[in-house]
């Protein structure tokens, strides 16, 4: 069973204040099929947790550790990490002007896998997923993200999760910008892939309502860079009845 582990991680990035310390001591484990949902204030570190684990230069590892099934995360590349089996969901995907979204799709798979998949087999499966998540055929041939609404960059986004299979993906408030039905289906998305896969999953989002579409088994409070509280689903229906006031004591805000 594969496992990525996350040990007294702090992390810190170069601002116009200097240097400041975003994660200060995270602690987590994520096994194969699990589903792990991290809530928290703004500020708080969890995208510093998203883009550390996928290796942005931006953010400096001062002490901790990242394994993936043993290996050292943080000696990696980052496309060494996604060969690895690491997938990160962007808040913001970025668009690729020139590049059509079937060209980046089969790039980016032959990259991982080491060879191309088979035309055939490879055309019919990102058709099949391009059906599931409503994406007009059209958009295979459009430039990635060019022109796309928030919906369907989203949608995008869940699309190359689908093909690209990897062992563990951090989707970094993949529900910001979607309307009820946008969020069904990448929710659906997220769902098979965990289902045909084993993925497992860390679901970095502010609001309940996609966890009601997409389970967790646990849930993790962030607070100033660390995990302030962690339990099952009902944390989470505690948190949107509470808010984080609880959290914000000067102990921890300081």
Known sequence: ???LEIKDL???VQTDQGVT???RGVDLVINEGEIH???GPNGSGKSTLAYTIAGHPKY???SGSILLDGADVLTMTVDERARAGLFLAMQYPVEIPGVTVTNFLRTAKTAIEGEAPPIRKWIKDVRESMAALRMDKSFAERNVNEGFSGGEKKR???LQLELLKPKFAVLDETDSGLDVDALK???EGVNRAKENTGLGLLLITHYTRILRYIKPDFVHVFVNGRIAEQGGPELADRLEDE???????PSNVG
Not at 243 to 249: E, N, P, S
């Open 1 to 3: 069973m594969s496992v």
């Open 10 to 12: 702090h992390v810190s």
């Open 21 to 23: 310390q975003i994660l």
């Open 37 to 39: 949902a991290i809530m």
């Open 60 to 62: 400096k590892v001062e």
């Open 156 to 158: 995008n986004e869940i």
């Open 185 to 187: 289906i990448v929710s």
């Open 243 to 249: 808010g984080y006031d609880r959290f914000l004591t």
